[in-house]
Nanobody, 124 residues
Framework: EVQLVESGGGLVQPGGSLRLSCAASGFTFDGSAMSWVRQAPGKGLEWVSFITFNGGSTRTAPSVRGRFTISRDNAKNTLYLQMDRLKPEDTAVYFC?????????????????WGQGTQVTVSS
């Protein structure tokens, strides 16, 4: 059974930091590219960041570039998202997902495995 379990979300003040984790099981994690995708209240999916199977290459959306860093530990089957200098507009449910199409897709159909999501709220 495929499982992606996110953790690390919460309430943080603007300018603060959070580190999200995504524990993977049930598929070949170290052979899979992975992404973080988010959904803000009342809005559609937004691709956030992508990492290749071995961590050798990453891509990050312009809206978070320079503030968010994706990484992975294949020995631990875990994906991470370090989020710094958080802004209120970063408030969303954050999902880890395995992409099957374009690395920067906002379409749910372009991902085959999803976690349950973790809420990030940036507010003073």
């Amino acid at each position: 059974e495929v499982q992606l379990v996110e953790s690390g979300g919460g309430l943080v003040q603007p300018g603060g930091s959070l580190r999200l984790s995504c524990a993977a099981s049930g598929f070949t994690f170290d052979g899979s590219a992975m992404s973080w995708v988010r959904q803000a209240p009342g809005k559609g999916l937004e691709w956030v960041s992508f990492i290749t199977f071995n961590g050798g290459s990453t891509r990050t959306a312009p809206s978070v570039r320079g503030r968010f860093t994706i990484s992975r530990d294949n020995a631990k089957n875990t994906l991470y998202l370090q989020m710094d200098r958080l802004k209120p507009e970063d408030t969303a449910v954050y999902f880890c997902a395995r992409p099957t199409g374009a690395f920067d897709s906002d379409r749910a159909a372009d991902y085959d495995y999803w976690g349950q999501g973790t809420q990030v709220t940036v507010s003073s």
